[in-house]
């Protein structure tokens, strides 16, 4: 059901400053399809994000919509913030392996844990892209860089770890695959607590190259999308899967695991349910008498 009065038009946003091929243009493309086949209005949206070509999303989708460009790795308490200051708006945050897996994994660690209500995009090439593609923590130890250079370490895995916190909602997807990914973008928009969908997404231009398992060449070939979704009722059932999965060589996607009974961050922090812009200061100040038993609770 589409908003009254309102076209795909609507749902643009500026035109894209990636690469030409990048996978996170498809993201956006995505994204603001499957918000229009939802009839989610774009004054409803608030697209979040930290810093990377992954973080420059928000930019080319939903123009009309509410968004906030914040720091490297600090688009999960931005946003936690934000949903608290306005419960009303839909949160849609889009970040980047580096941006959430480095700098900002404690950040992504307590948004998941306290479930707050929003759509957590990462936008998955196992690179920092903007900074030239250095290894990011999503890299596996058998792709080397284009100039021969192995990573070190395990890959860290988004999903997993997502499910061993708890999260609700999580599935990987990968660009190359738009019917799973629209269907995925969409489920996700509808769960009421945190969606986090890892989205492999090839950087054309430092981690396209052969021998990369983050290639469109060989994530096309070693994708597995699962037939049921979401096929685990535990999530550490999903948690095997996906590592025997990987250790096959293969690329599991779908969506592992959902519960929608959790309870919010909203729902365990019961607070305002109006936008606190819209209260006067008068009802934001606490009494005199409020206050002082407030800070009586301290003595
Ligand atoms: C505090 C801070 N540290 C480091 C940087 C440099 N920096 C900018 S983007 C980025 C990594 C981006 O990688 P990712 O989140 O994977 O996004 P991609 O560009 O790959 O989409 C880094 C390290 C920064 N901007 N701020
Ligand atoms: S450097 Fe990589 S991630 Fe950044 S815009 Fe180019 S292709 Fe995309
Ligand atoms: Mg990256």
Redo the contacts with the bound molecule.
């Keep these: 059901m589409q908003p009254q009065n309102l076209t795909k038009n609507d749902y643009k946003g500026s035109p894209s400053t990636l690469c030409t091929g990048c996978g996170?243009d498809l993201i956006s493309t995505q994204i603001s399809n499957a918000c229009f086949q939802l009839g989610i209005h774009p004054f409803e949206v608030a697209k979040m994000s930290?810093?990377?070509?992954?973080?420059?999303l928000p930019a080319y989708f939903m123009s009309q919509s509410f968004a906030f460009n914040s720091?490297?790795?600090r688009m999960a308490p931005v946003t936690t913030g934000a949903k608290l200051a306005n419960p009303q708006l839909k949160m849609l945050g889009i970040?980047?392996?580096?941006?959430?897996?480095?700098?900002?994994l404690g950040g992504f660690v307590h948004l998941v844990k306290r479930n707050l209500p929003m759509v957590y995009i990462v936008?998955?090439?196992?690179?920092?892209?903007?900074?030239k593609g250095?290894f990011?923590p999503?890299a596996d130890p058998t792709s080397p860089r284009k100039n021969g250079e192995l990573f070190l370490n395990d890959t860290l895995d988004i999903c997993t770890l997502s499910l061993e916190l708890g999260c609700g909602f999580v599935a990987r997807t990968f660009v190359g695959n738009p019917t799973q990914l629209s269907a995925i973008l969409q489920k996700a928009l509808q769960h009421p607590g945190t969606a986090v969908i890892d989205i492999l997404?090839p950087?054309i231009t430092?981690n396209n190259h052969e021998g990369s398992t983050k290639s469109y060449t060989y994530l096309k070939a070693h994708e597995v999308p699962m037939r049921e979704t979401p096929p685990f009722a535990d999530p550490l059932a999903a948690v095997a899967e996906i590592r025997k999965s990987y250790k096959n060589g293969e690329v599991l996607t779908g969506i592992f695991f959902e519960n929608t009974a959790a309870k919010t961050l909203l729902e365990k922090l019961p607070g305002p349910s109006s936008p606190l812009a819209l209260y006067n200061a008068d009802e934001l100040r606490p009494s005199p008498e409020s206050f002082e038993s407030m800070m009586a609770q301290y003595m």
């Design positions: 996170h930290g810093i990377g070509c992954s973080s420059k720091m490297h790795g970040s980047g392996d580096g941006d959430t897996a480095s700098i900002g936008a998955d090439n196992g690179v920092y892209g903007l900074t250095q990011s999503t997404s950087c430092f």
